[in-house]
């Protein structure tokens, strides 16, 4: 299954992020082979359709889909930026 993540801004906006395994394993400092087996599953999951369907899910529930291969910050429309990975490591 798809990662992803759900997101609320102070000011409401909602944003529900698909974060590949690959970028998750990598950034947390795992090694080649654990990436490379992360890509893998990334690439399974993308050929199965699963990002689109959380993207569906993000429509369903009213929230704004971002992609991290694509973007990795986000600018609210209320202008704060969200640094996704610092989201997720919390190195805010």
């Not at 599953?41 to 569906?56: H, N, Q, T, V």
Request: with cysteine; aromatic share 10%.
């Amino acid at each position: 299954m798809a990662s992803a993540q759900l997101y609320k801004c102070k000011c409401g906006q909602t944003y529900y992020v698909y974060v590949p395994k690959k970028l998750m394993l990598k950034e947390a400092g795992f090694g080649p082979e654990v990436v490379k087996v992360a890509e893998e599953l990334d690439e399974k999951e993308r050929r199965a359709g699963e990002i689109e369907i959380a993207e569906k899910f993000a429509e369903h529930i009213g929230a704004k889909f971002i992609d991290a291969r694509i973007k990795k910050v986000i600018q609210c429309k209320c202008g704060k930026v969200f640094d996704i990975l610092a989201f997720i490591y919390e190195k805010k």
